[in-house]
């Protein structure tokens, strides 16, 4: 049965690209923690091939939105999309194929190559918060429709929403009533700030970006795409690390955060720590906790 379907896969990789593919893959590509990821062997040069059960191909379409909108802004290298769709009862999200290194092998200059073109990256604007679809963060669905106002975006379908998920996924009634409280407050951390809406990758961190291995250059993928306040890309680089000096150096003399920037990074990455403890559970509860009481303690 297996052989069946990566027969009928590679034909339809074949059809969609105009290039024979191998009637199976190479081998598996580990690493990703949400998707089944294949390398396939093809005469135009091997693809990247997600698949996925016949109910993710909606999760696999905005994905390669996403890539596009990140590639039309010519800021970042991303992989290119060569196909989405469903085969023989299976989802398939087809990539260019890129030979990376890890990113703790990046020297200085391409963390800073990665700085300076991320900067370049946020300045393309949109004229509300938001996307034009719902995206997921990792397997966990994140509401996009648009709002010109970025405290009631951010309370609502940030925080608020990954709040009630984490409450549905048996987060301790006292932190959500704290996280609720939380809600009420979190326009004080803007009082001094108008972000724009820029183009976010939404979901940075260490794990999705690398560097092409020969040309060095730098390369994001996995997004979560919206338009937001920059500030919430660099925040998550900072929350599990695989980021430099370099990088940061690069992008603030590219583009200066605003002052009270780091005041606001635990809000920020308070959504992706309730957002582990919906996917892995685990001690993120005792640190959403330790993060929600901090900000609680700069309110009034």
Not at 116 to 124: F, I, T, Y
Request: glycine share 10%; with cysteine.
């Amino acid at each position: 049965m297996e052989a069946e379907r990566h027969h009928a896969l590679g034909r339809w990789l074949g059809e969609q690209t105009g290039h024979r593919h191998a009637s199976r893959p190479a081998g598996e590509v580990h690493g990703g923690s949400v998707h089944r990821c294949l390398r396939w062997p093809a005469a135009g040069g091997d693809a990247f091939v997600k698949v996925a059960a016949a109910s993710q191909l909606a999760a696999f379409e905005v994905e390669a939105a996403g890539l596009e909108s990140l590639r039309e802004a010519q800021a970042l290298r991303v992989p290119c999309v060569h196909a989405v769709g469903l085969v023989a009862g299976t989802a398939v999200l087809a990539l260019e194929w890129l030979a990376l290194s890890p990113p703790d092998a990046a020297s200085p200059e391409v963390q800073a190559r990665l700085g300076e073109r991320l900067a370049s990256q946020h300045r393309v604007q949109a004229a509300r918060f938001g996307w034009s679809r719902d995206n997921t963060l990792g397997a966990t669905p994140q509401p996009n429709a648009e709002d010109d106002d970025w405290v009631r975006f951010y309370r609502q379908r940030r925080l608020g929403h990954m709040l009630t998920l984490a409450q549905a996924a048996g987060l301790d009634p006292r932190i959500v009533d704290r996280g609720e409280r939380l809600l009420d407050r979190c326009g004080q951390f803007f009082e001094d700030h108008c972000p724009v809406p820029s183009l976010l990758h939404g979901d940075l961190w260490g794990g999705n970006w690398s560097a092409l291995a020969r040309s060095r250059e730098p390369v994001i993928y996995d997004p979560a795409v919206y338009f937001g306040d920059r500030e919430t890309d660099i925040a998550f680089t900072r929350l599990f690390g695989g980021f430099g000096r370099a990088f940061y150096a690069a992008y603030e003399a590219a583009w200066p955060p605003d002052p009270g920037a780091g005041t606001r990074t635990t809000l920020y990455n308070l959504y992706h720590v309730l957002n582990h403890h919906v996917l892995f559970g685990g001690g993120y509860a005792r640190q959403a906790q330790h993060m929600i009481d901090g900000l609680l303690a700069e309110v009034r």
